[in-house]
């Protein structure tokens, strides 16, 4: 089993940084992929950014968030991020941390769930 817990959710404004803590239980974590997903009101959860398991991890973005959020793991910590940058009202969500055996941008791949942070976006 892998306890998941979110953190660093907020109210901010728009073109305000906020960064996303995972603290990670239980199982190794290194051996993890580990992913962010967001859902917002009335939406369907939606894949934000994911990161392979492992030293010298490869990242991967859902195409509106790149360049704008960077997804990073610290191992000795048991702990990933998710930096946002220049944050817009549409990225207003509650954000899930999730890890997976597999490195995947399908929710369905990932086994293990945070309960969520949310993040509004105030315009």
């Known amino acids: 089993q892998v306890q998941l817990v979110e953190s660093g959710g907020g109210l901010v404004q728009a073109g305000d940084s906020v960064r996303l803590s995972c603290a990670a239980s239980?199982?190794?974590?290194?051996?993890?992929?580990m992913g962010w997903f967001r859902q917002a009101p009335a939406k369907e959860r939606e894949f934000v950014a994911a990161v392979t398991a492992g030293i010298g991890a490869s990242t991967r973005y859902a195409d509106s968030m790149k360049g704008r959020f960077t997804i990073s793991r610290d191992n000795a910590k048991n702990t990933i991020y998710l930096q946002m940058n220049n944050l817009k009202s549409e990225d207003t969500a509650v954000y899930y941390c999730a890890a997976s055996r597999f490195y995947s941008v399908d929710d369905r791949q990932y086994e293990y769930w945070g309960q969520g942070t949310q993040v509004t976006v105030s315009s």
């Open positions: 239980g199982r190794t974590f290194g051996g993890l992929a």
